[in-house]
T-cell receptor, first 114, second 115 residues
C-alpha cells in the first residue's frame, strides 16, 4: 500500500523565521515520484516540485529547499525567511511508478504571522 | 489564461438531485484527473483519462458517479442522486506525457454543497 504522512497539522511562525514541513512516505515501488503542492485560501493547488525516486539530490529554488532521503523515506520541505504570503496548506504527494494517481498527505497548515 | 478551468466554481443542490461539473484542461494535455477533497483532508483520487479513454477509477467512485471525456479535451463529472456525503471540493487536473515523470496542474475546483 502507498501512504503519505504529514504529522504536522498546523505550524505557526513569525515572518522571517525558517520553517520545515515534514513528509514521510510508504511505497513498495522501486520507481516512484514525490511532489509538493501549495494550496492557498483561494483553493487552487499550486505545483511546487517533483522528485524522482532515483534522484536524491536536494534542490533549492529561491527561499524553498527540499531534502529527499530514501533511507528514512522522507521528503521534507524548508522555507527560509518565511513571508506572510507563504501562509497556505502544503501537501506532500506520492505517485507510484505503475499508477497515475497521486496519494496525498493530510496537509500542513502554515500560518506566517507578520 | 491557459490553466485548468472548472465550472461552476460553486454548486448548491438539494439531496437527490443530479449535478454535472465541467473541466477544461490545459490545451494539449492528454491526461486528465478528477479528485475530491473534503475539509481538512488531502485530495483523493477519483478517476483518470488518457485522451478519451478512462484508464483508472477509484473505488470511491460509486455507481452514482460517472465521468466522461468524449473528445479527449474537456471532461464532465456527473453525480446522480446526490447525498449529503457528496459535499466536497471536486478538483480537476491535467498533465502532458505518457510516463510517470510529469506533474499535474490543478484547477480551482468546484465546491459542491448538498443540502
Amino acid at each position: 500500500a502507498q501512504k503519505v504522512t504529514q504529522a504536522q497539522t498546523e505550524i505557526s511562525v513569525v515572518e522571517k523565521e525558517d520553517v520545515t514541513l515534514d513528509c514521510v512516505y510508504e511505497t513498495r515501488d522501486t520507481t516512484y515520484y514525490l511532489f509538493w503542492y501549495k494550496q492557498p485560501p483561494s483553493g487552487e493547488l499550486v505545483f511546487l516540485i517533483r522528485r524522482n525516486s532515483f534522484d536524491e539530490q536536494n534542490e533549492i529554488s529561491g527561499r524553498y529547499s527540499w531534502n529527499f532521503q530514501k533511507s528514512t523515506s522522507s521528503f521534507n520541505f524548508t522555507i527560509t525567511a518565511s513571508q506572510v504570503v507563504d501562509s497556505a496548506v502544503y501537501f506532500c504527494a506520492l505517485r507510484g511508478g505503475a499508477t497515475n494517481k497521486l496519494i496525498f498527505g493530510t496537509g500542513t497548515l502554515l500560518a506566517v504571522q507578520p | 489564461d491557459t490553466g485548468v478551468s472548472q465550472d461552476p466554481r460553486h454548486k448548491i443542490t438539494k439531496r437527490g438531485q443530479n449535478v454535472t461539473f465541467r473541466c477544461d484542461p490545459i490545451s494539449e494535455h492528454n491526461r486528465l484527473y478528477w479528485y475530491r477533497q473534503t475539509l481538512g483532508q488531502g485530495p483523493e483520487f477519483l478517476t483518470y483519462f488518457q485522451n478519451e479513454a478512462q484508464l483508472e477509477k477509484s473505488r470511491l467512485l460509486s455507481d452514482r458517479f460517472s465521468a466522461e471525456r468524449p473528445k479527449g479535451s474537456f471532461s464532465t463529472l456527473e453525480i446522480q442522486r446526490t447525498e449529503q456525503g457528496d459535499s466536497a471540493m471536486y478538483l480537476c487536473a491535467s498533465s502532458q506525457g505518457t510516463g510517470g515523470n510529469t506533474e499535474a496542474f490543478f484547477g480551482q475546483g468546484t465546491r459542491l454543497t448538498v443540502v
